[in-house]
């Protein structure tokens, strides 16, 4: 928990305002977004101004709320959201783009709506196609949220503030949420998801075999390795630099790989093309 970041935020006449927007102490007429609690702007010399509950109440949520509503603002105000590149790291030694960055003008945008089984802190929405935000100030995506994302197939990018300076303001906060993409990441694409499985799909699952002291695959397309006329790879010195290794299992399943040597560069390349 970043215990420098004050809150910057606070609700005013049911608009969020900013502290610079605001009168010094209880006369701001401000109240936490997340309790309804009146706060005093505290706007003196020594510490950056910033947002106070005005009786310590038990608060927790006040800075994830804020920053949620304060994300959705600038976002909505602006009209756009920039997308980060989607990287094609499906295969293990080949990458390139899927998609360069660009730059979404969605049509709706919701605060906190449920979205199957869980909630989003914001949905942006395009030809009723959904793109879920997650802003991390304090809580990253845990390994539970991820499941069900996954589980609801619906792509969604992290938007990371938890860095971000003291002192605030809806200028800096659009800078970092809407045009910035150096803090963010694609928690899952569905594309990029659906050409994986495609690949994977057309990819031979193949056993590897410990022999003595190596690590064998048998049927090498390549092939890289001959002994006494069969074909095989070395899987640790061969398969895992190679650029037809399509990689693990999503099962656990242990001791397998997945190769695609056997397909031709162009039917692979469709493929991808399918991004
Ligand atoms: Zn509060």
């Given at each position: 928990?970043?215990?420098?970041?004050?809150?910057?935020?606070?609700?005013?006449?049911?608009?969020?305002?900013?502290?610079?927007?605001?009168?010094?102490?209880?006369?701001?007429?401000?109240?936490?977004?997340?309790?309804?609690?009146?706060?005093?702007?505290?706007?003196?010399?020594?510490?950056?101004?910033?947002?106070?509950?005005?009786?310590?109440?038990?608060?927790?949520?006040a800075?994830?709320?804020?920053?949620?509503?304060?994300?959705?603002?600038?976002?909505?105000?602006?009209?756009?959201?920039?997308?980060?590149?989607?990287?094609?790291?499906i295969?293990?030694?080949?990458?390139?783009?899927?998609?360069?960055?660009?730059?979404l003008?969605?049509?709706?945008?919701?605060?906190?709506?449920?979205?199957?089984?869980?909630?989003?802190?914001?949905?942006?929405?395009?030809?009723?196609?959904?793109?879920?935000?997650?802003?991390?100030?304090?809580?990253?995506?845990?390994?539970s949220?991820?499941?069900?994302?996954?589980?609801?197939n619906?792509?969604?990018?992290?938007?990371?503030?938890?860095?971000?300076?003291?002192?605030?303001?809806?200028?800096?906060?659009?800078?970092?949420?809407?045009?910035?993409?150096?803090?963010?990441?694609?928690?899952?694409?569905?594309?990029?998801?659906?050409?994986?499985?495609?690949i994977?799909?057309?990819?031979?699952?193949?056993?590897?075999i410990?022999?003595?002291?190596?690590?064998?695959v048998?049927?090498?397309?390549?092939?890289?390795?001959?002994?006494?006329?069969?074909?095989?790879?070395?899987?640790?010195?061969?398969?895992?630099?190679?650029?037809?290794?399509?990689?693990?299992?999503?099962?656990?399943?242990?001791?397998?790989?997945?190769?695609?040597?056997?397909?031709?560069?162009?039917?692979?390349?469709?493929l991808?093309?399918?991004?």
């Amino acid at each position: 928990m970043p215990t420098e970041l004050k809150l910057p935020f606070g609700m005013k006449d049911g608009k969020l305002v900013q502290i610079s927007e605001v009168e010094r102490g209880l006369k701001c007429g401000c109240q936490c977004p997340a309790c309804n609690h009146p706060l005093v702007a505290r706007k003196g010399n020594k510490t950056v101004h910033h947002f106070a509950h005005y009786q310590n109440a038990n608060c927790e949520h006040a800075l994830e709320t804020s920053f949620h509503l304060a994300a959705k603002k600038v976002i909505e105000e602006t009209g756009y959201f920039v997308l980060p590149e989607v990287v094609n790291d499906i295969f293990y030694s080949r990458q390139n783009i899927f998609a360069p960055t660009s730059k979404l003008y969605f049509d709706n945008i919701y605060l906190e709506k449920r979205y199957d089984d869980f909630v989003p802190d914001i949905i942006l929405e395009k030809d009723n196609k959904q793109l879920c935000i997650e802003i991390y100030v304090t809580h990253k995506i845990d390994e539970s949220k991820k499941e069900k994302i996954v589980k609801s197939n619906i792509s969604t990018i992290e938007v990371d503030l938890s860095k971000i300076e003291r002192g605030l303001d809806f200028n800096h906060l659009r800078e970092k949420v809407v045009d910035s993409i150096a803090n963010k990441n694609w928690i899952y694409n569905k594309k990029r998801e659906k050409v994986r499985k495609q690949i994977l799909s057309n990819s031979i699952k193949r056993k590897i075999i410990s022999r003595k002291l190596m690590q064998h695959v048998d049927d090498c397309p390549l092939p890289a390795r001959i002994w006494q006329g069969k074909a095989y790879a070395n899987f640790f010195d061969d398969c895992l630099g190679c650029e037809f290794f399509t990689g693990g299992d999503d099962s656990g399943e242990k001791d397998i790989m997945y190769c695609i040597g056997h397909k031709k560069e162009e039917e692979i390349q469709k493929l991808l093309r399918q991004f």
